[in-house]
Each structure stands twice: as C-alpha cells, then as structure tokens.
C-alpha cells in the first residue's frame, strides 16, 4: 500500500470544486489510499523538472499532482488536465540540508529569470552576499543547485524579485546575511523552521519520507482512510500548523511555565488549542484550556471539538474563563452559588464612600485604587496598604490620604459583605485563598495532587488581573508542562497591567514574529494605528512590535469620510452589497463600532436594505476572524470614548493608561479582517487614525 501524505493546498484546491467533481477525487483518493483494482496510478511527466513528479487522474478532466519516491505519495493539489500537467512541468523538491525539512522550488520561474539577474550582474561588480564565502551559505542550508542564482544577486530588489520563487527556508537566512547579519542570525532564522517533529538518523538528500515527516507543515500523512478524511474535511488549522507553532505546541515537556507573545494573526490561540489537545493526549491529568470571557470560551470549545475526535481526549480538557472558575470554586467551599454585585449599586457605593471618606478623589479614581493596588497586590490591611508601591498610578498619595482611601475602601467592603455580594475579582482571590488552604505548601513533583487540574493553558492573558493570575497558579500544581499562555500586551482591552513574576510566575518567553493571517498592508496600517510603541505587562519590561511581519501582501485599508452619520451608513450599505456581490459569505464579513448606539444603527441599516451579517462592538471582535470587517465611527468624540477616559487632572497616568488601551481596541477590530478592510467616519477623523 502507497504511503500517502496530504499537503494543505490540496484540501484548498478541493474546496473550489464542483461538488460532484470534489466527490470523485475524494474517491479516487481513498481508492487509491487502499490500493483497490479500481485506483487511479501515476503518470509520468513529460519535461518535468524533477522525475519524481507525476499525476493521478482523480476526477473528469481533473488531476492530482504528486511526488513520488517509491511506495512515498505526496499530493500536491488537484486540478484541471492542462494547469496539473504545467504544474508538475514546473517545480521541482529538495531537502534542506541542514534541518531535513522538504522544500517545493519553482524551478521554471527560477529559470525564467535567471537571464535578467545576468543582465543586472553585467552592469555592477558589486553583489550583495559577496562577503559570504560558499561554504557559509551552504551551512545556513542554501541549496547547492541555488547557489550559482545567488552568486548573480546584486541588490535587495532583487533578491525580493526571487522570494516568492525559493522556500522560505532559503530566503529567510539569505535576507538575514543580505541585511549584515552574522551567520549565527542567520542559522536562528533557519532554526526557526524546525518543528517538534523528530526523525532518528542523519539528513539524506534521497530520503523524502524521513523529509516530509520533518515537515507536519507541509505534509500530513494519511494511514487510512478515517485520518484521510479527517485532512480533506476539517478547517486547515486542525492539521497544519506553522513550523514555530508546531514547536510551541508539540514541544513534549516545558519544565517551567512558557509565555507565547505575539501579534494579531500570529497564531497565539492555534497554538493554545493545539497545546491543550497535546497535553491531553498525553494523559497526565485533567487539562483547564481558559480565557477571560464566557464568549471565547465557548468559541476555544467548539474549535476544540473539531481538533479531538477522540472522545476520551476531549473530556480530559476542560474550557472556561477566570470567572467560572473562581464562582465555582467559592460555590463548592460555601455550598451555594455567591450573587454578584452589579455596576450600578458599585457605582453608588463607591460614590458613597467618597463623600463619608472625605476624600478628595472621586469615585472611579478609589474604584481603580481598590482594583489595580489593593485587589492586585493582595492588601489585607492599612498597614499593608500604606507600605504598598502604586504602579501605574501618578497621584501621589500622603499619609492621611492613603487612610482616607482606606477607609473608603473599607467601607464598600462592608457594605458589599452585609449584602451578601461579591464581585468578580473578590471571588478570584478567594478562591485563590481556598485553594492555598486546601494544598498548602505540597506542590512539587511528589506531593499529593489535591489541585483541580494537571495543566493550565492561558488564552489572551494579557487581559487578566493579578487576583486572576494568582487563582490559576494555586489551581495547579508546581511541575513541568504546568501553565502554558499566550497573549499580546498590544492587543489589551482591559486596564490590567502585571508581570507574570510579581504573581510567582516563572515563565520562559517565546515570541511569535510572523502574522499568517494579515497581508502586510493591513499590518502595516494596524501597526501605525496603535502607534507601535512598547507597552508593559506579562513580562520584565516593555515589548515593541520591532520585528513583526506579514508572510503576503494584500489591498490596502480604505478609509472614507462622509459630511454625516446618514451618508456614512449609506457608504457602509453600498460596501457590504459590494462585497456580498463578489461571493463572500454573510458570515465572512463583520461590522464594528465603539457604542452600542452606532452598533443599533448599522443594524436597522443594514437590515432595512435587506443584508445580514454581522454587527458588534470594538469589544466583541475580540478572539474572531473574518475575510472582511467594516469599522465605522472613527470620528473624533466617538474613539477614544468619552466616557471611557480618566480626566487628565484626576490622574494623567490613568488617562494615558486609557488612551492606549482605546488604541488596542480599535487596533483589535482592524486586524480581524485578512483580506479586505473599510474604515469610515463622519465629521473630523479620530486622532487615532493614521494620516
């Protein structure tokens, strides 16, 4: 029986057929996956590149295209007779010499300009990798057969010309060595392609079994039909992952907890699921996948269900957020469900407790005290409180001041606790304090397991508060493969601002550079809207987005302004009908606005024309994707809110903390979209629109 590896662009491929021919070629497949009388058989290439290629007729008029290695399969794409013969004529495969993975060459484009770089080399003596030796590249694994093309490269335009032509493999290290970098950054870049899969024995050129299974990227063995019908059938994330992703998520065991940072459409959330499926496969114990909202949660659950098939896998990962958790916890110590406090009787209490305190600062300033000082360092008492360092905060408190805060404090305590109600955060550090209780000191590698899970994985954890975090580190215990959590400082939509040490989190860094789902022009625009500069929180310091790339180009953002909010609806109306006229789903296109009024009005638009599809706040694009978004309303007085800054007298610090955080918000709605965004506003732009 033939061995047979599926790469991604096949499913893509068979995604774009008629339905009965996609029906054939999944036949055929499976025909030809057991070796049956009726299966299709290769076909040799004429003038083909590399003779390892061949075709497999799948469907009428419809081919697939492979390379084969004696019993060794691997199924390219499906097309139409003609493209598949052209296809199979153009590209030949290699193996990196240096890290085993395989690599797809477009061997005729290559040759094609080959002339020009000639040309370009007869005008200049200069060339651009000219100080490297050839010895040197070919460490950093240049192909041998490419190495002649480089030798004619005279300018970075022109080794640009030849990136989409070359693996990524070749291209990266070259550009590394192209821009000045040493060897040992160029050998990083390479490394980078590495993934957690290993294969025993040294790197054979000849050997492309032992190459695509060095290549889970690539190339997704199929033993038999229930796993060929899982590749072809299920959303491409289930089965491909990107090299750095595959490492992150595969990686056996961690011995401390790892931090995975990165941009919008990096794949911080892939790598979370598929760390959650790993670690359950792996049996060790119970699994807590979480985020900070219900909607996520549920969303990380039903992309869970696609990954595992296996029901026994499945039930060994929990999902939730923070608050379930906490409610739950307190709930089994007290033996009922503890009722929370709503925002309006908090925001009375706390205006209460201003004028009793006879303190100067007015009710949101003690409220933002009671959470980012107090609840987040933990404060018992006023001794506690007085010692305490504020950060974050400017106002610089006295003495008599910080008593007076206290009190203040103090006071809606009591009264939160004579009524009988909590909020979130309050149930956080209890159930923290309950589970310290409950485990004490026993958690290292041989104490009894008497927390609730085995692994912890941490979805957008820049968004949780520190009574949050703490909660998480007593609910596992203190071994390998413990906490595992992704998140993006950039992309914070609540004011919590922490290091994972100051919560005794311990945590290795590891950095997600390439965003896979953002043409770099969306990027680039998204960048220059959240102002790209460094932001704190999760670990030691600040993070910049220095470093941050797109893998493909796109169309550039359009951004339009109108003379008022019914012309501005009207251009909204005119680009949704558009874009539903050129085969986007209703559910691949979102709309988004800062106020719920803004959100009521597109709606009745939209659905007064006749079209559906999605409507939501800046707030809910959180954690989704689409093929299109429109963001309206980015005028000045609606973004940044309002009402959702900290006045500049009361503390500066807390309005700059606001303002960024309303940069992170729009910066989250606009980086949804991975191929087309539209930006609208009437009246005068807001300042947060780059010009």
């Known amino acids: ?17 008629a339905d009965s021919v996609r029906r054939d070629v999944v036949v055929a497949v499976r025909r030809f996956l057991a070796s049956m009388a009726a299966a299709p058989h290769a076909e040799r290439v004429r003038g083909a590149r590399d003779d390892r290629m061949a075709t497999l007729r799948l469907a009428d008029r419809h081919r697939g295209v492979v390379v084969r290695q004696r019993d060794v399969y691997w199924l390219l794409a499906v097309l139409p007779d003609a493209e598949a013969w052209l296809f199979a004529q153009r590209f030949r495969v290699g193996v990196n010499l240096e890290i085993g993975v395989v690599e797809l060459w ?28 050839d010895a040197d590249l ?19 335009i022109a080794l640009e010309a030849i990136e989409p032509l070359i693996p990524r493999t070749q291209f990266l290290p070259l550009a590394v060595l192209a821009r000045g970098g040493t060897l040992a950054d160029a050998w990083r870049e390479l490394a980078s392609c590495r993934t957690a899969a290993v294969v025993p024995g040294p790197i054979a050129p000849d050997d492309l079994h032992a190459a695509l299974r060095r290549s889970p990227d690539r190339a997704m063995f199929t033993p038999d039909r229930h796993e060929l019908d899982r590749v072809l059938t299920r959303p491409l994330w289930c089965t491909f992952l990107y090299p750095q992703q595959h490492r992150l998520a595969r990686t056996d065991r961690y011995d401390r907890p790892v931090l995975v940072t ?21 049996g060790a114990g119970a699994v807590l996948l979480v985020s900070f909202s219900q909607r ?5 659950s039903a992309r869970l269900d696609l990954l595992i098939d296996d029901d026994v896998v499945r039930k060994r990962v929990e999902v939730g957020n923070v608050d379930r958790l906490a409610q739950r916890i307190v709930a089994e110590a007290e033996g009922r469900q503890p009722t929370l406090a709503g925002n309006a ?14 303190t100067s600062h007015g009710a949101a300033f003690l409220m933002r005290e009671w959470e980012q000082v107090v609840l987040a360092q933990n404060l018992q008492t006023l001794d506690e409180y007085r010692n305490a360092e504020r950060f974050g905060r400017s106002v610089e408190l006295s003495g008599a001041e910080r008593e007076a805060v206290w009190k203040a404090i103090t006071y809606v305590m009591t009264r939160l606790r004579e009524s009988g109600r909590r909020t979130l955060l309050q149930l956080a550090a209890e159930a923290s304090a309950l589970l310290g209780r409950s485990t004490g000191d026993l958690l ?11 692994h912890i994985v941490v979805d957008e954890a820049q968004d949780l508060h520190p009574a949050q975090w703490r909660l998480l580190r007593a609910a596992v215990p203190r071994a390998s493969n413990d906490l595992f959590i992704v998140g993006d400082p950039h992309q914070r939509i609540f004011d919590t601002r922490v290091t994972l040490s100051a919560v005794g989190i311990s945590a290795v860094p590891r950095r997600l550079h390439a965003s896979h789902r953002l043409p770099q022009e969306i990027l680039s625009f998204g960048v220059r809207l959240r102002g790209g500069g460094p932001v704190d929180g999760l670990v030691e310091g600040v993070q910049e987005m220095y470093g941050y790339r797109a893998t493909r180009p796109g169309a550039r953002p359009v951004v339009r302004a109108y003379d008022s909010l019914e012309s501005e609806l009207n251009g909204l109306v005119t680009h949704i009908t558009t874009w539903l006229g050129e085969d986007v789903e209703p559910d691949q296109i979102a709309v988004a606005a800062r106020t719920t009024d803004l959100v009521r009005d597109a709606r009745t638009a939209l659905r007064t024309a006749g079209l559906a599809v999605r409507v939501t706040t800046l707030h809910g694009m959180k954690g989704l994707e689409f093929r299109r978004v429109a963001v309206i309303g980015v005028a000045d007085g609606v973004v940044p809110a309002p009402g959702a800054l900290t006045p500049a007298g009361e503390d500066p610090t807390a309005r700059a903390h606001d303002l960024q955080r309303e940069r992170g918000l729009l910066y989250v709605a606009c980086t949804r979209a991975y191929e087309l965004l539209y930006v609208s506003y009437s009246g005068r732009a807001s300042p947060f629109l780059p010009p």
Not at 2 to 17: M, Q, S, V
Not at 138 to 156: W, Y
Not at 345 to 358: D, I, P, T, V
Not at 444 to 454: A, N, V
């Open 1 to 17: 029986m033939p061995r047979l590896a599926i790469a991604p662009e096949f499913p893509r491929d068979l995604a774009t057929l």
């Open 138 to 156: 070919l460490s950093v694994g240049i192909d041998p057969q490419f190495l002649p093309l480089v030798r004619l490269v005279a300018t970075e």
């Open 106 to 133: 477009d061997a005729e484009a290559l040759e094609r300009i080959e002339p020009a770089l000639h040309r370009a080399a007869e005008t200049t003596e200069s060339r651009l990798l000219s100080h490297v030796c």
């Open 262 to 282: 990165g941009g919008a459409g990096t794949g911080k959330t892939l790598v979370a699921l598929h760390r959650a499926a790993h670690l359950a496969r792996q």
């Open 296 to 300: 996520l949660s549920s969303d990380l």
């Open 345 to 358: 009787e908090l925001a009375e209490l706390w205006q209460e407790a201003g004028e009793l305190s006879g």
């Open 444 to 454: 290292d590698e041989t104490g009894p397991r008497r927390e609730p899970y085995r």
